[in-house]
């Protein structure tokens, strides 16, 4: 069974910095993309970062120039690194990997997200 566990959230100070991590388990033959959304109560989910195999990278307005997303392929695993935070930053931030299972099958998962707390 191919899964996404997260881990990293955490209450931090504002002007801190935290990194979120995704690793993809079970029989897997590659992570074609993995991005990292984010949802407050009551809000819609709201797309952060992502990237590509090829490490291309995209970034919401808000995360340009202080979060970083990258992707090992070899361990499948990604990572959010979150500098300069601010309380609006506070919420669940949840990944989303595109993974090729063994046989070339196709998953479309979601971690089961983190709390990230943004406060003095």
């Known amino acids: 069974q191919v899964q996404l566990v997260e881990s990293g959230g955490g209450l931090v100070q504002p002007g801190g910095s935290l990194t979120l991590s995704c690793a993809a388990s079970?029989?897997?033959?590659?992570?074609?993309?993995m991005a990292w959304y984010r949802q407050d109560p009551g809000k819609q989910r709201e797309l952060v970062a992502t990237i590509n195999m090829s490490g291309g990278t995209e970034y919401a307005d808000s995360a340009k120039g202080r979060f970083t997303i990258s992707l090992n392929n070899a361990a499948n695993t990604g990572n959010l690194l979150m500098t300069s935070l601010k309380p609006e930053d506070t919420a669940v931030y949840y990944c989303n990997g595109k993974i090729y299972g063994s046989q070339l099958e196709w998953h479309d998962l979601w971690g089961q997200g983190t709390q990230v707390t943004v406060s003095s």
């Open positions: 079970g029989s897997i033959t590659a992570v074609a993309a």
